[in-house]
C-alpha cells in the first residue's frame, strides 16, 4: 500500500511541472534515449536535456518534500 502511494505521490509531483521539466524527466528516466535523442525528440541541445533534468529533479524534491500539500 505504501509503495502505491509514493508512486501516487510521484505522479502527482511530476503533473505540477512545466511542460518542459516533465517532459524531460519522463524521457530521461522512463526511457532508454540518450540525452542527444532526447534533445533531438524534443528540439533542444543535448546540454539542456541535462540542465533541464537537473531543475526537475531539484523542484520535485521541494515537492514532496512539503508537509500536507497535495
Sequence with gaps: MAARDDR???RAA?????QD????VVLTELSDLTYPQI???L????????????RAL??????????GDD
Design 21 to 24: 521539466l516533465r517532459a524531460v
Design 58 to 67: 531539484k523542484r520535485l524534491r521541494e515537492i514532496l518534500e512539503k508537509p
Design 8 to 10: 501516487a505521490a510521484l
Design 43 to 54: 528540439s533542444i541541445p543535448a546540454g539542456t536535456v541535462g540542465s533541464r533534468r537537473n
Design 14 to 18: 511530476v503533473d505540477k511541472l512545466p
Design 39 to 41: 534533445g533531438e525528440a
